[in-house]
C-alpha cells in the first residue's frame, strides 16, 4: 500500500473507528491485520454497535486533535451546538440508510455525497457522456445500487429517468433512452418484451447491468438482446460502493475505489494473506466511511487482483477478476455450451443436504449424454429440466439468485 494511504487508513482507524465504535475500540488497538475477518452474517448481530456515534466525552479522549480541540474551546463558550451541526452532524449522522442482506448500513451526509462523486465517476469511466439519456429500471429501495445510481446520475448532471422495474419495454423505448441500467435479469426481460418485430425495443448505445454480478453467458445472451455493449457494476452486500466496469468492459475487470476502501485476498481456510498473485477470497474494509463501519468483511467473493493502471481508463485501483462467488458447479454449469439456463436449490431433507439443479437446454437431442456429463463432475441430487422462460420466472422470484439457499 502507498504510504500515504497508509498514513489515511491509519488515522482513520484510530480517530475515527476506534474513536467513535464501541465495538471496534478494543479491537483497533495496533493495526487493521490484527481484525479477523467476519462474514456480513457474523457481522450483523452488532449492526448498531458498529455505527460511529462521537460523544463529547469519545471526541475528547479519542477523536482527532483538531476536533477535540474545537470542542474543548466550544463547550468553555457554550457553543457546542454549533461544532455538533458543522462538524458532527454532516460528517457522523447516518441520514441515509440501505440493507445489505437484510443488515442496515447507514451513511452519513458526507458519505452520501461521496458515494455521489464515485457514480459520477463510474459514469464517466463506463463512457456516459453529458448528451446521453439514461433510464434505470433498477428497483426503488433502499439499495446501494439504486442510491449509486440516482446519485451519480445526479452529480453528473446526466438526464436521467428511475422508472423502476415494472416499466415495459414499450415505455422505456418511449423515452428514447442512450443508456438502459437495471438488474441483469430484469434488462434481459426489458429486452425479450418487445414483441417478434422489436417495435417497441428500446435501442440503447449502451447497457449498464448493475447490483447483480454477470457471468460470461448472460453478458452474451444480454448484448445479444439489447444490441449494444453491456458494462457491469456490483459489490457484495455490506461494501459501500459498487464495484464496476470501466469502458475497458470485462477485460480490465471490476475496478474498486482505492482512495475509499482497502481489498485484500485471504486464502479462505487458513484467513491467511494469499500469496502473491494468487487468487482468493475478497476481504474488504472500508477506508474514510462513516456511519456503519466493518472492518475485514469477509465477502465470500472469490477473485484475482490487478494492481497498477488500467489500460483504457488509466485509473490507478486495484481492479478484480471475480471467479466465482460459489461453488464450482456455478463454473461448470456456465459454461456447458448446451446449457442455457440454470437455477440451483440447496435444501436439507431428513438432515442431509441435498443440491437440486434446474436448467433448460436449446439440445434436447443432447439431454442424456448432457446429464451424464454434468453428473460426473458434479454431486447434484437431481436435475430438473424445465423450458428456459421458468428458469427465468425462477431466478426473477428468487430476486435473481443463481443459487438459492433452503438449508436449515
Ligand atoms: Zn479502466
Known amino acids: 500500500m502507498p504510504p500515504r494511504r497508509d498514513r489515511k487508513l491509519a488515522r482513520y482507524l484510530r480517530t475515527e473507528v476506534a474513536a467513535y465504535s464501541s465495538y471496534w475500540r478494543t479491537s483497533l488497538a495496533v493495526s487493521l491485520d490484527r481484525v479477523p475477518p467476519r462474514s456480513l452474517a457474523e457481522l450483523a448481530g452488532a449492526a448498531p454497535m458498529l455505527v460511529l456515534r462521537p460523544t463529547v466525552a469519545a471526541v475528547y479522549h479519542f477523536g482527532a486533535r483538531r476536533l477535540a480541540a474545537r470542542t474543548a474551546w466550544s463547550r468553555l463558550w457554550g457553543r457546542q451546538r454549533a461544532v455538533n451541526d458543522r462538524s458532527l452532524v454532516p460528517h457522523f449522522k447516518p441520514v441515509l440508510w440501505v440493507t445489505a442482506d437484510g443488515v442496515p448500513i447507514g451513511s452519513s451526509e458526507a458519505d452520501v455525497d461521496r458515494l455521489a462523486r464515485i457514480g459520477a465517476r463510474w459514469l464517466r469511466d463506463a463512457g456516459v457522456g453529458p448528451d ?4 434505470s429500471i433498477l428497483p426503488q429501495g433502499p439499495d446501494l445500487a439504486w442510491w449509486q445510481v440516482v446519485a451519480g446520475c445526479r452529480r453528473a448532471r446526466l438526464s436521467a429517468m428511475h422508472v423502476g422495474r415494472d416499466a415495459t419495454a414499450s415505455a422505456v423505448a418511449a423515452l428514447e433512452p442512450t443508456v438502459v441500467v437495471g438488474l441483469p435479469m430484469d434488462l434481459v426481460r426489458l ?4 414483441g417478434a418485430d422489436g417495435a417497441g425495443r428500446p435501442r440503447p448505445r449502451l447497457v449498464l447491468a448493475v447490483g447483480r454480478p454477470i457471468d460470461d453467458g448472460l453478458r452474451t445472451r444480454l ?6 455493449p453491456v458494462l457491469s457494476a456490483w459489490a457484495p452486500p455490506g461494501v459501500r460502493a459498487l464495484w464496476v466496469e470501466c469502458a475497458g468492459g470485462p477485460t480490465t475487470g471490476l475496478h474498486t475505489w482505492a482512495a475509499a476502501e482497502v481489498v485484500e485476498l485471504i486464502d479462505p481456510l487458513t484467513g491467511q494473506a494469499a500469496p502473491p498473485g494468487a487468487g482468493g477470497e475478497v476481504v474488504w474494509s472500508p477506508l474514510g466511511w462513516r456511519g456503519t463501519v466493518m472492518l475485514r468483511l469477509r465477502t465470500g467473493v472469490f477473485a ?5 493502471h488500467c489500460p483504457v481508463c ?3 485501483t486495484p481492479r478484480l ?3 466465482g462467488t460459489t461453488p464450482r458447479f456455478f463454473d461448470v454449469l456456465d459454461r456447458h455450451p448446451d446449457i442455457t439456463g440454470w437455477q440451483a436449490e440447496l435444501r436439507t431433507v431428513d438432515g442431509v443436504e441435498e443440491l437440486v439443479v434446474f436448467l433448460s437446454t436449446a439440445r434436447h437431442d443432447r439431454l442424456q449424454p448432457m446429464l451424464k456429463e454434468l453428473d460426473n463432475v458434479l454431486s447434484v441430487t437431481q436435475f430438473v429440466v424445465l423450458p428456459q422462460d421458468q428458469i427465468d420466472r425462477r431466478v426473477a422470484e428468487a430476486d ?3 443459487v438459492v439457499d433452503l438449508r436449515t
Not at 446521453?132 to 433510464?135: K, L
Not at 448484448?223 to 449494444?228: E, G, I, K, L, N
Not at 484475482?304 to 497498477?308: F, L, Q, R, V
Request: charged share 25%; proline share 0%.
Open 132 to 135: 446521453d439519456v439514461v433510464v
Open 191 to 194: 429486452f425479450a418484451d418487445s
Open 223 to 228: 448484448m445479444a438482446a439489447a444490441a449494444a
Open 304 to 308: 484475482t487482483i490487478e494492481e497498477g
Open 314 to 316: 488509466h485509473r490507478i
Open 321 to 323: 477478476s471475480v471467479s
Open 400 to 402: 435473481d439468485a443463481r
